[in-house]
């Protein structure tokens, strides 16, 4: 493992990974919340597992376009603060017979000193990245490379044991899939290759409560293609929830399409158009042999496992990963504020216990996340702050939270700013959205959000709350109130009348 350097916190740390199909640099930061900031990445192609199935080494092409991309990567790290750069090759470069001088040279040409990681090291850290972001306790995760799979398994966030099977996803392509598009018999082949490795490793089935976790690029593209498939509000494929039957609609429509012609399709990277059919399939596979019915997908892996274990962070439980994600994400904003933050939260609380005894759980947390994160929407926009906030909830990687959460805060926040706000499209297809309840939730945003506004700075807001034919809201330090229009929402919601004494 690379040495370890300690809990330094702000400290600015580079990984750069050379795998079998692509090398990528990512660039991090953990911030005072504790979190793992990117501030930086980059992608090559390098396809050094062609030469190593091929020849059995790298050829002096493939070395050179691999020297060029790192020097690359080592800028980029260089200007994006970088104090320490950590390298490491995985599976082509573990069976390629010129691989220990390949990387004797790029330490004497570039000066990074690059480790080669045996395939259970590999385990390990894309264990560590990939669930430490996720709202996940127990099953299997796999990690496809473009010359490698890992799988692990792990209960209570914690890892049990791991596997390397030595196929990825451009391997299996070239091997197996000699027809463009790829014959019925060849798929086959396909399929009864990977699960026969599955089963000479003793890969077993998920267990009640298990889940199947995915991580590395063939997935996330998968994730992508299907996402733009059915119009899915949330941006990124971290946290994306694969149906195992939607993927084999996926498999099915690239494994019938020329590889010239994938461009075509939505979400798929040009890259990926010769290996993606070869890795699709061997994920389906593996989906079916351990009878998932969906894949959590993790945009996290490898190089986050590396840096956390360099930073000496633990994986946490998804509690405190949520908490980090959520303190770093307003501070990056210069609009929000610690003491509105916390006022609103308060009386927002107060509200919805006295008006909704008896909301769910993931209600009452979001309306707090909710009320929490609405001032950073200020540094953007006052005025239209409430649409701005509800878009980064969605176009942000926040780890910890799952994509239902995400689209319940999100539709709460855009509601309170605009009554007439459509967050249909945010209830997810397996997870569907109440209008009711979310606008209720809403209302109770926004007054909380109008009342804070209005109580002078440094002073703790205490609310009283009568309900009987109307709804009456006491409270002490409210100098004024003259939301007439938050008080007709209040009633066609609430069905009372509102009345708010100052």
């Not at 199909?21 to 900031?37: I, K, P, Q, T």
């Not at 599976?91 to 570039?110: C, H, I, T, W």
């Not at 039957?245 to 461009?263: I, P, W």
Request: glycine share 8%; hydrophobic share 45%; with cysteine.
């Amino acid at each position: 493992m690379p040495e370890r350097n300690g809990n330094s916190g702000g400290e600015v740390v580079a990984v750069i990974d050379i795998g079998s199909n692509s090398g990528r640099v990512m660039v991090f930061e953990r911030d005072a919340s504790s979190h793992l900031r990117l501030l930086a990445g980059s992608r090559a192609s390098l396809r050094l597992v062609h030469d190593v199935d091929t020849r059995g080494e790298l050829s002096d092409a493939t070395m050179a376009r691999t020297t060029e991309a790192l020097r690359d990567f080592q800028a980029i790290a260089t200007g994006a603060g970088a104090t320490r750069i950590v390298a490491v090759a995985t599976a082509a470069m573990r069976d390629a017979s010129n691989g220990p001088l390949f990387v004797e040279r790029l330490q004497r040409e570039l000066g990074i000193r690059i480790e080669i990681i045996g395939g259970l090291a590999e385990a390990r850290y894309g264990f560590a990245g990939a669930v430490r972001g996720l709202a996940v306790s127990s099953g299997l995760l796999f990690d496809l490379g473009g010359g490698s799979l890992q799988i692990s398994r792990f209960a209570r966030r914690r890892l049990a044991k791991g596997v390397s099977l030595p196929f990825g996803a451009l391997r299996l392509s070239e091997k197996f899939l000699e027809s463009d598009p790829p014959t019925r018999k060849q798929l086959r082949r396909l399929r009864d290759h990977v699960r026969r490795h599955l089963a000479k490793a003793h890969v077993a089935r998920l267990a009640s409560g298990d889940r199947l976790v995915g991580t590395g690029g063939t997935l996330r593209n998968l994730a992508k293609i299907d996402r733009e498939m059915r119009r899915y509000p949330i941006g990124g494929p971290h946290g994306y929830e694969l149906s195992v039957d939607h993927l084999g609609e996926v498999v099915d429509r690239l494994a019938s399409t020329k590889e010239k012609r994938r461009d075509e399709v939505h979400g798929l990277s040009a890259e990926r158009a010769d290996s993606i059919v070869g890795g699709a399939v061997a994920i389906q596979t593996l989906a079916e042999f351990v009878r998932a019915k969906h894949i959590l997908v993790s945009g996290q892996g490898v190089r986050e496992g590396i840096v956390l274990g360099l930073l000496e962070m633990a994986i946490a439980s998804p509690e405190t990963v949520k908490e980090a994600s959520l303190a770093s994400l307003v501070s990056r904003f210069d609009g929000w504020r610690p003491e509105a933050a916390s006022r609103r939260r308060s009386v927002a609380s107060a509200l919805q216990r006295a008006l909704e005894p008896r909301a769910p759980a993931n209600l009452v947390t979001a309306l707090d996340h909710a009320a929490r994160v609405l001032d950073i929407g200020r540094s953007l926009n006052v005025v239209n702050r409430h649409e701005h906030v509800a878009d980064i909830l969605l176009a942000t990687d926040l780890n910890g939270f799952a994509h239902n959460e995400l689209a319940l805060v999100s539709a709460i926040v855009r509601r309170a700013g605009d009554r007439h706000a459509d967050v249909r499209a945010l209830g997810l297809s397996h997870d569907a959205l109440e209008l009711a309840p979310v606008d209720r939730a809403a209302i109770i945003l926004a007054l909380a959000d109008e009342i804070e506004a209005r109580c002078p700075h440094g002073a703790r807001i205490a609310v009283h709350c009568q309900i009987g034919r109307n709804v009456t809201l006491s409270v002490p330090l409210l100098p004024s109130w003259l939301v007439k229009d938050l008080d007709k929402r209040f009633e066609r919601a609430f069905g009372r009348p509102l009345i708010v004494r100052h």
